[in-house]
C-alpha cells in the first residue's frame, strides 16, 4: 500500500515537507468554501478536528489517528474526503521500510463558510462547544449576555470584536500553547 503509514519508531521523527507546512503559509491565506463537497467535509466534527491537528504541521495518517484516538482506517478516510474537497494536501512524502509515508497538510490557514440558512445548524458554532465541552478544565472565559441596543451600537461592538480578534491573531506565538476563541455576536429572533 503506498498510501499508508509505516509502523515504526520513526513516526514522530522531525518532519520537513518539500512543500509547504503550515507555518509557511501567509497569515491571510484564508480557503472560501463554497462548493457542496467543501461544505460537507467541514460538517464532520472529526474532519474539523483532524484539520486542527493540521494546524501545527503536516502529519500522516497514523500521526493524526494516534492523535485524535481514531482508528488508522477512519484517519485515512476522512483525511481523503479533505483532500477531494481542496482542504489539505499531501505536502511530503517518505520511504519507511518499503512504504511510502504520505504527510498531509492544509491548503490555507482560515476557512470561510457561508452563513447558514435559517433553522439551518451553524457548523462553526457546533464544533466550537463541541470542541469547549471536550476541553480539559482549566482557564476560561464563557458567558452569554443579553442586551437590547441600536444599529449604531450594534455595529460599533461589532467593530471593535473585529479588531480584538485582530489583536489576538498578532499576538500568536506559535512556541505557546493552543487557545480558541468563538465569537457569536448576533441579534436573535426577539420574543418580546
Same mark, same amino acid.
Given at each position: 500500500?503506498? +498510501?499508508?503509514?509505516? $509502523?515504526?519508531?520513526?513516526?514522530?521523527?522531525?518532519?520537513?515537507?518539500?512543500?509547504?507546512?503550515? +507555518? %509557511? &503559509?501567509?497569515?491571510?491565506?484564508?480557503?472560501? &468554501?463554497?462548493?457542496?463537497?467543501?461544505?460537507?467535509?467541514? *460538517? *464532520?466534527?472529526?474532519?474539523?478536528?483532524?484539520?486542527?491537528? &493540521?494546524?501545527?504541521?503536516?502529519?500522516?495518517?497514523?500521526?493524526? !489517528?494516534?492523535?485524535?484516538?481514531?482508528?488508522?482506517?477512519?484517519?485515512?478516510?476522512?483525511?481523503?474526503?479533505?483532500?477531494? !474537497?481542496?482542504?489539505?494536501?499531501?505536502?511530503?512524502?517518505?520511504?519507511?521500510?518499503?512504504?511510502?509515508?504520505?504527510?498531509?497538510?492544509?491548503? *490555507?490557514?482560515?476557512?470561510?463558510?457561508?452563513?447558514?440558512? /435559517?433553522? @439551518?445548524?451553524?457548523?462553526?458554532?457546533?464544533?466550537?462547544?463541541?470542541?469547549?465541552?471536550? $476541553?480539559?478544565?482549566?482557564?476560561?472565559?464563557?458567558?452569554?449576555?443579553?442586551?437590547?441596543? =441600536?444599529?449604531?451600537?450594534? %455595529? @460599533?461592538?461589532?467593530? #471593535?470584536?473585529? !479588531?480584538?480578534?485582530?489583536?489576538?491573531?498578532?499576538? $500568536? =506565538?506559535?512556541?505557546? /500553547?493552543?487557545?480558541?476563541?468563538?465569537?457569536?455576536?448576533?441579534? /436573535? @429572533?426577539?420574543? #418580546?
Amino acid at each position: 500500500m503506498t +498510501d499508508s503509514d509505516a $509502523a515504526s519508531g520513526e513516526l514522530n521523527a522531525p518532519v520537513h515537507p518539500t512543500k509547504r507546512p503550515a +507555518d %509557511d &503559509l501567509p497569515p491571510d491565506v484564508t480557503l472560501e &468554501l463554497d462548493t457542496e463537497e467543501q461544505l460537507r467535509a467541514v *460538517s *464532520s466534527l472529526v474532519r474539523h478536528r483532524i484539520l486542527g491537528v &493540521l494546524r501545527d504541521g503536516p502529519a500522516t495518517i497514523t500521526q493524526t !489517528a494516534q492523535k485524535l484516538g481514531l482508528a488508522k482506517g477512519s484517519s485515512s478516510y476522512h483525511l481523503r474526503l479533505l483532500e477531494r !474537497a481542496g482542504l489539505v494536501e499531501v505536502v511530503d512524502t517518505r520511504k519507511v521500510r518499503g512504504v511510502t509515508e504520505r504527510y498531509y497538510g492544509r491548503t *490555507s490557514r482560515g476557512l470561510s463558510l457561508p452563513d447558514p440558512a /435559517p433553522g @439551518e445548524p451553524d457548523v462553526v458554532m457546533r464544533h466550537a462547544v463541541a470542541d469547549l465541552e471536550a $476541553a480539559p478544565p482549566g482557564p476560561r472565559l464563557v458567558g452569554l449576555t443579553h442586551v437590547r441596543i =441600536d444599529a449604531a451600537a450594534f %455595529d @460599533e461592538f461589532s467593530a #471593535r470584536l473585529t !479588531a480584538l480578534v485582530e489583536e489576538l491573531k498578532s499576538a $500568536a =506565538d506559535p512556541a505557546a /500553547p493552543t487557545a480558541n476563541l468563538a465569537i457569536a455576536f448576533y441579534r /436573535p @429572533e426577539d420574543h #418580546r
